[in-house]
Antibody, heavy 123, light 110 residues
């Protein structure tokens, strides 16, 4: 069974940093692009970032470009998101998700999703 | 990139059908056949129900169907059941390495 398990969320002050992890199992991790999607409390889904299977190509939403860095360690079957210069509006549940279709993540749909990890940015 | 527009709510009685619209532009929904739909129950992760406009993943009932006309995609849930009560989000490739989600629709089974 394919599974994704996020960790690393928590409470951080504005301007602070946090690193999220997403541990994958049940599939050949390096063969699939991955993405992070977030959901602010009571709000809708927002795509945040994507990365190719090799890790060579990375993509970001304008709202996080220059502050967040997506990466992956295929030897550890783990996806990461380094979040710097955090703002109150970054408060959300962060989900990692596997792009089902091979190749470019943008042409794909996502399955499965992790259970999410909550990031709260507040003073 | 602006979110795709969905109605905030939709409802129907058990056994009835409900259709949710997802309106974008020629730069996203209208420009690509990479529209997917996700179901999200409270406190749970999203689950894909439709991909590439009208295709159903294994295990998704054929009561769920998708279509697209111009810049608007639609999800229809036929034969409404209690467990269909959830939030639904559309998603589209938006060019320039961007993805965009819809604003979300809460479906209530009366």
């Amino acid at each position: 069974e394919e599974q994704l398990l996020e960790s690393g969320g928590g409470l951080v002050r504005p301007g602070g940093s946090l690193r999220l992890s997403c541990a994958a199992s049940g599939f050949t991790f390096s063969s699939y692009a991955m993405s992070w999607v977030r959901q602010a409390p009571g709000k809708g889904l927002e795509w945040v970032s994507g990365i190719s299977g090799s890790g060579a190509s990375t993509y970001y939403a304008d709202s996080v470009k220059g502050r967040f860095t997506i990466s992956r360690d295929n030897s550890r079957n783990t996806l990461y998101m380094q979040m710097n210069s955090l703002r109150a509006e970054d408060t959300a549940a962060y989900y990692c998700a596997k792009a089902v279709r091979g190749g470019f993540f943008g042409y794909s749909w996502f399955d499965p999703w992790g259970q999410g990890t909550l990031v709260s940015v507040s003073s | 990139q602006s979110a795709l527009t969905q109605p905030p709510s939709a409802s129907g009685s058990p056994g009835q059908s409900v259709t949710i619209s997802c309106t974008g532009t020629s730069s996203d929904v209208g420009g690509y056949n990479y529209v997917s739909w996700y179901q999200q129950h409270p406190g749970k992760a999203p689950k894909v129900m439709i991909y590439e406009v009208s295709k159903r993943p294994p295990g998704v009932p054929d009561r769920f169907s998708g279509s697209k006309s111009g810049n608007t995609a639609s999800l229809t849930v036929s034969g409404l059941q209690a467990d269909d009560e959830a939030d639904y989000y559309c998603n589209s490739y938006a060019g320039s390495n961007n993805l965009v989600f819809g604003t979300g629709t809460k479906v209530t089974v009366l």
